[in-house]
């Protein structure tokens, strides 16, 4: 038998420090080698965590959870379900600030973002890290791609998307069916493309965005978004769709601004400059 068809994770040659026992089967017919880092930004989801990490595979590399200064006992609940879980504490303020220090936290090749509030199945992650290792680079959720839904958006949050989704769509050239959900995966390495620099519920927006401004592979997994089983959202749907808006419209002067100038980064500017 060829080298290429044999199984991954068997029959591999124990010595070899590149292959021996790096390949964990992820599912009966798929075993991947890079380290799977899962981040959670949790704030006041004590009641919630367990039905999040009941789901979570056991093949998950490590769980990142970043608290935003709970007042109940989340980061107890999290140490006690899943005791080698990497807490960090939020400085600042918001989800998108949570998820910065989040990904700087993690270790692995590739990064799953997860809601703590109980509305997404861990499960999914299978589907969103095989996008990854066939060769996207960005495997975004969609609620609204065939095969997806949600138990958790009222009308008008629906219609907000939908309306900001299609001004993306046609503004960044992009093909996507759902805009602010937060269950994603990527290579760590869009990191450095996407430079993330907000602090709000508009960070998805703004990933999807730069994602796409920076030419990535992206492919959209269907996902079933379920109803958060207690508390209530710090979604404010009015206050937050402004923020996505507005970020719409500034990465777009910014896209602008970059056209005038010729495509020309300032870094590539200066190279020309210093070279002529
Ligand atoms: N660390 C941290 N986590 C946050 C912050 N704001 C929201 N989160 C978490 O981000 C996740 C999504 O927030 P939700 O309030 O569920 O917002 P949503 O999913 O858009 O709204 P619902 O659909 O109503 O649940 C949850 O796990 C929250 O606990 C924050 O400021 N800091
Ligand atoms: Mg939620």
């Known amino acids: 038998m060829s080298s290429v068809l044999q199984p991954a994770g068997t029959d591999q040659d124990d010595n070899d420090p590149s292959t021996s026992g790096k390949y964990r089967p992820v599912s009966s017919h798929l075993a991947i080698a890079p380290p799977v880092s899962v981040v959670i930004p949790a704030m006041n989801e004590a009641e919630n965590l367990p039905y999040v990490f009941k789901t979570l595979p056991d093949w998950i590399h490590e769980v990142v959870l970043v608290d935003g200064n709970s007042t109940d006992n989340t980061v107890q609940?999290?140490?006690?379900?899943?005791?080698?879980?990497?807490?960090?504490e939020q400085r600042g303020k918001g989800k998108g600030d949570a998820l910065i220090s989040g990904f700087q936290a993690?270790?692995?090749?590739?990064?799953?973002?997860?809601?703590?509030?109980?509305s997404a199945d861990g499960n999914e992650i299978v589907s969103y890290v095989s996008a990854l290792v066939s060769g996207a680079d960005f495997a975004k959720g969609s609620r609204f791609a065939n095969g997806g839904?949600?138990?958790?958006?009222?009308?008008?949050?629906?219609?907000?998307?939908?309306?900001?989704?299609?001004?993306?769509?046609?503004?960044?050239g992009a093909r996507y069916t759902d805009l602010c959900y937060g269950y994603n995966a990527f290579w760590r390495h869009c990191l450095d493309k996407i430079e993330l620099d907000c602090t709000g519920?508009?960070?998805?927006?703004?990933?999807?965005?730069?994602?796409?401004k920076a030419g990535l592979k992206?492919?959209?997994?269907?996902?079933?978004?379920?109803?958060?089983?207690?508390?209530?959202?710090?979604?404010?749907?009015?206050?937050?769709?402004?923020?996505?808006?507005?970020?719409?419209?500034k990465e777009r002067s910014n896209r602008r601004a970059l056209r005038r100038r010729g495509?020309?980064?300032?870094?590539?500017?200066?190279?020309?400059?210093?070279?002529?």
């Open 77 to 88: 609940v999290a140490r006690d379900l899943w005791p080698g879980v990497k807490v960090v």
């Open 106 to 118: 993690c270790t692995g090749d590739i990064i799953v973002m997860v809601d703590a509030d109980g």
């Open 149 to 172: 839904g949600t138990d958790d958006m009222t009308f008008i949050r629906k219609l907000g998307n939908r309306v900001l989704c299609a001004i993306v769509n046609r503004k960044f």
């Open 201 to 212: 519920f508009e960070v998805e927006t703004l990933m999807n965005i730069r994602v796409v």
């Open 218 to 249: 992206v492919q959209e997994i269907p996902s079933h978004e379920y109803l958060r089983i207690h508390g209530t959202s710090n979604l404010r749907a009015v206050r937050d769709g402004l923020r996505v808006l507005k970020v719409i419209l």
């Open 263 to 276: 495509n020309r980064s300032p870094l590539l500017e200066t190279v020309r400059e210093r070279v002529s």
